[in-house]
């Protein structure tokens, strides 16, 4: 596996990460450095993946060693993503999600996103809101992903994302035009 290594300075403070090619070596456009569109692009293909709510898809998206932060959480690595994911989804049942570029630069690309969801035990609504901030490597797959997320119980009727399960349609609106 072809790796790159990259140092960055964090505070003061220099990190070691290792941005690395998928093993397949196939890219998955579109790859940085990130236009506008491009990285739109980027952002509703990761939002329709994580509606698809099929953690093989989405884990498809991650290099094959991805670093995540989600929350408290830390996961390496596809497998650990998919049984990440796996677990979510049985737990937070009608998901429903909206992503929205925030800004791009080079390789990096932050978004802001709100979903709705089910609370299978508790039987209780919730919209989670969060940012998160992305880092591809030369490919195109998603080598680190850090998610802070703030879940805010509602109401059923609190409920602003109505879609069937599933790609949210193209005329639905965004979450700047709904106001959240």
Known sequence: MLRRATI???????????????????????????????????????????????????????????????????????????????RKWAQETQYRLIKELFSFDGNRIAVRFAYEWLDVDQQQWYRAYGNENWVFDDQGYMAQRFAAINDVPIDEKDRRFHWPQGRRPDDHPGLSDLGL
């Not at 569109?37 to 939002?47: G, M, Q």
């Not at 994580?50 to 998206?61: E, T």
């Open 8 to 86: 960055l300075a964090n505070r003061g403070l220099m990190v070691k990460t290792t941005l690395a090619r998928d093993m397949s070596g196939v890219a998955r456009p579109p790859v940085p450095p990130f236009s506008r569109d491009s990285a739109a692009l980027k952002v509703r293909a990761a939002e329709d993946a994580w509606n698809s709510r099929d953690p093989q898809r989405v884990a498809l998206a991650y290099s094959t060693d991805s670093v995540w932060r989600n929350r408290s959480e830390f996961i390496n690595g596809r497998q650990e993503i998919e049984a990440f994911l796996t």
